[in-house]
């Protein structure tokens, strides 16, 4: 410690003794008794303490003695749940679709054919037949076309309701083979062929094979459990319609402070596609929700609104997330209606000492930063959004969701409108979860003194929890716990949520998660710091004390006028639990591919980029599903096949692709979809326009699309029975890697072959 006395002596500006004094208080000697350290560069590591100070409250000192505090509680997690009876939550809303799990067949090994292979292979039996069952019955009217044979005809007669075009070589990555995109036949049913086209689709599906040799299972809803589906459906259908009168009422706040390096991904998460077929990324995929949201309302409430689009970001994630949204025009979203937010960044630990993580370089010192977590959102939120301005023009609801989760949009309707009729100031958007998956535990906590009705307790915790409390994670019978699991979409209702933000200033519970490098548990894997999580504000509901800026006696005050109600003070906190089936609400992207093999093999959702794409597809063909369900309509799909990426094995169902712009909640796809509908698996459904669609057989590519820019225009009406076939899009393996580590592609591990597709434009 001379050393630094010595330094003191040689400083003669005050305010720099008095944050070396800060230093030494705060125990602090690795730094301070660096060789390095000297008159110039002490003023370095000033600097970098006075930046931090302004963003966290209380500075230095207490951040180390909090962060002391929070090690000392890090080594038994457990103790903090030691007083309370742990239960499932009372306020929960389930709706449970009988929807099979296609991961929960576990035991996936490498003898599964890629059944998506670039290779050529003959035609089996079925296929022959279908082939020639084809040119012989369905040459109806001339609305034939294939390349291949070089002929291309349209009878100038047919009334059609569409323009039919063929996408040839259109932004195509590669071809298989050959250098032409090729249409085999494709077929139309006019009105004149009505009975003819049933009878023929009711021999197709005849000769579909009985039985699929891959290793999954299959997705259809067996015949005893449809009564089942049609009520489920019927209140989906009743929280959703609840939840479309307040359309114009929800702001919607984006936690984006991520970017994608477990991933192997140099750039910010929002960048990654939801789909090479659409080629979206995550934050275009959010904005053309928002902006056909404000379409319906202005088509079916007549007004004009700019929905408020809230993103927080990081400084990692800022310059380069305004770079890419000023370069897009915003999405078709204006600038004015989107609020940029970035989260703080705090000082890190290199042991459970407390002692500042740093790097010495150049003969100055950087102090290591990361950020403070997703919990800062709410104290953001207090400092640079108006709420009540918002309260103000009628806005009720706001909507946080993760930046990868591009299923989240798909089920807001049914999930505000449990938070609608149950009057809830907070409600949970959960799914069922296998023990041992990395996803947060939802619960109810009850102690002598106070219930808190839902919280969010980590997985890495839960666990020991249970196990201190002699109880087990008890399974259902599709092996789901009987705690839902945490997606973070998380609804609030403004008014109450803006009154405990001002009593709080929105400063949620801490937090620190070492990763120890060794069984000592003194050394860290990597630099820790204290964080905090967005939905741990739901202690802010249930915590009395709640009011930062009371002096002791108002508070003891306001404690004896507490206890006299407890049982109103309870009532007047809502706090529930929406639970739908994880694959119409939540998959997110989380893990590089040598992690998601990994947690395939234990029969764990994987949560990577190829997963997350997969059921978005299989979210879409699951909403089909339901709506040919309650429409007492056919929806076949076969079994869906494990393909191989790079090792990790995953199903990838039909690659369909509902846009907002057809349908974002059920009811209108109910509205949309009368028919009976096949879609043959590896066959691509792109859906970009309002259309209403009857009977549908499709095996290859078909994109629906309004090339007409015009506001209020009608559907694209197809034909009554409408037969497709063609060689379609593939995804094939990315055998080949290109040196640019931030390529959608290469993260993938795969890529699309557009070979053919049928274009159904207006």
């Known amino acids: ?66 962060a002391k505090m929070l090690f000392k509680k890090s080594q038994n997690e457990t103790d903090q749940y030691a007083n309370y009876i742990i239960d499932h939550p009372d306020n929960i809303v389930k709706i449970k679709f009988h929807l099979k799990d296609l991961l929960s067949q576990g035991n996936v090994d490498n003898k599964v054919p890629d059944i998506y292979s670039p290779k050529k292979y003959e035609l089996n039996n079925y296929e022959k037949n279908i082939k020639d069952f084809e040119l012989s019955h369905f040459n109806n009217n001339g609305h034939v076309a294939d390349i291949k044979n070089k002929f291309k005809y349209l009878d ?41 086209g049933k009878k023929h689709y009711k021999e197709f599906k005849e ?39 307040y359309i114009d009422k929800v702001c919607f706040i984006l936690l984006a402070g991520g970017l994608g390096e477990r991933l192997n991904y140099n750039d910010i998460k929002l960048k990654l596609l939801t789909s090479i077929i659409s080629e979206k990324s995550y934050i275009e995929y959010y904005c053309n929700y928002l902006k056909s949201f404000q379409d319906f309302i202005k088509k079916n409430k007549n007004k004009e609104i700019d929905i408020p689009f809230i993103i927080m970001l990081s400084d990692d994630t800022y310059e380069s997330a305004i770079n890419f949204l000023e370069e897009n025009n915003y999405f078709s979203l204006k600038k004015k209606q989107i609020y940029l937010l970035k989260q703080r960044n705090v000082l890190c630990f290199k042991n459970n000492k407390s002692h500042l993580d740093y790097t010495y370089k150049n003969n100055t010192f950087y102090l290591s930063k990361k950020p403070h977590g997703h919990g800062d959102i709410h104290t953001l939120i207090k400092k640079h959004i108006q709420l009540d301005d918002f309260i103000q023009k009628g806005y009720k609801y706001l909507y946080f969701f993760q930046d990868t989760n591009a299923l989240a949009m798909k089920v807001l309707f049914a999930f505000l ?62 092996g789901c716990s009987l705690y839902s699991g945490n997606t973070n979409s998380l609804i609030f209702e403004i008014r109450k949520y803006n009154e405990i933000l001002k009593k709080t200033n929105g400063i949620v519970p801490e937090y620190i998660n070492p990763k120890y490098s060794d069984d000592t548990k003194q050394n860290f894997v990597s630099p820790a710091r204290i964080e905090c999580m967005m939905q741990d504000f739901v202690y802010l509901y249930f915590t009395k004390n709640s009011n930062q800026t009371e002096g002791k006696e108002e508070i003891q005050e306001k404690n004896r006028d507490e206890k006299k109600n407890k049982n109103e003070y309870e009532y007047s906190n809502k706090v529930g639990v929406t639970e ?25 959702h994987p949560e990577c980029i190829y997963s997350a794409e997969a059921d978005l597809y299989y979210s879409n063909c699951a909403f089909i599903e339901l709506a040919c369900t309650y429409n007492k309509k056919k929806n076949n799909l076969e079994k869906m096949g494990i393909q191989f990426m790079n090792g990790t094995p995953y199903i990838m169902p039909p690659k369909v692709l509902i846009e907002p712009q057809f349908a974002f909640t059920l009811t209108q796809l109910i509205n949309k979809i009368k028919g009976n509908i096949t879609i043959k698996n590896n066959s691509t459904l792109w859906i970009k326009s309002d259309a209403i669609i009857p009977n549908l057989y499709l095996d290859g590519a078909l994109i629906i699309e309004n090339t007409n820019k015009e506001p209020n225009n009608s559907p694209i009406i197809l034909e009554e029975n409408l037969f497709i076939k063609n060689q379609g899009f593939q995804i094939v393996e990315q055998l080949e890697k290109s040196k640019n580590i931030s390529d959608n592609s290469d993260i993938r591990d795969y890529k699309l072959v557009k070979r053919a597709a049928l274009v159904i434009s207006s």
């Open 1 to 66: 410690m001379g050393k630094i006395y010595e330094l003191i002596k040689k400083i003669d500006n005050p305010d720099a003794k008095k944050y070396i004094e800060y230093l030494i208080k705060a125990d602090q000697a690795d730094l301070i008794n660096h060789e390095g350290l000297n008159e110039e560069n002490i003023f370095d590591i000033i600097k970098q303490i006075k930046e931090f100070e302004n963003e966290y409250p209380g500075g230095l000192i207490k951040y180390v003695e909090k």
């Open 156 to 196: 100038k007669n047919a009334t059609l309701p569409i323009n039919i075009s063929l996408l040839e070589n259109n932004k195509i990555s590669d071809t298989i083979n050959e250098k032409k995109c090729i249409l085999n036949t494709t077929f139309d049913f006019d009105g004149n062929n009505i009975k003819k």
């Open 207 to 245: 000769m579909e094979p009985k039985k699929c040799k891959t290793q999954c299972k299959n997705n259809e809803i067996e015949e005893d459990n449809i009564e089942s589906n049609i009520s489920s459906i019927e209140k989906y259908l009743y929280y959703e319609k609840i939840g479309l009168e």
């Open 417 to 478: 409108g449990v938070s609608i009729e149950k009057q809830l100031h907070m409600n949970f958007l959960a799914i069922s979860r296998k023990p041992g998956e990395e996803i947060g535990t939802i619960c109810k906590l009850t102690n002598s003194e106070k219930t808190i009705d839902v919280v969010n307790i980590e997985y890495n915790i839960f666990e020991s929890v249970l196990k201190n409390l002699s109880k087990k994670d008890v399974v259902d019978n599709d």
């Open 580 to 604: 739908l089936s994880r694959i119409l609400c939540f998959s997110a992207v989380k893990n590089n591919r040598i992690i998601a093999k990994k947690k395939i093999q234990k029969n764990i």
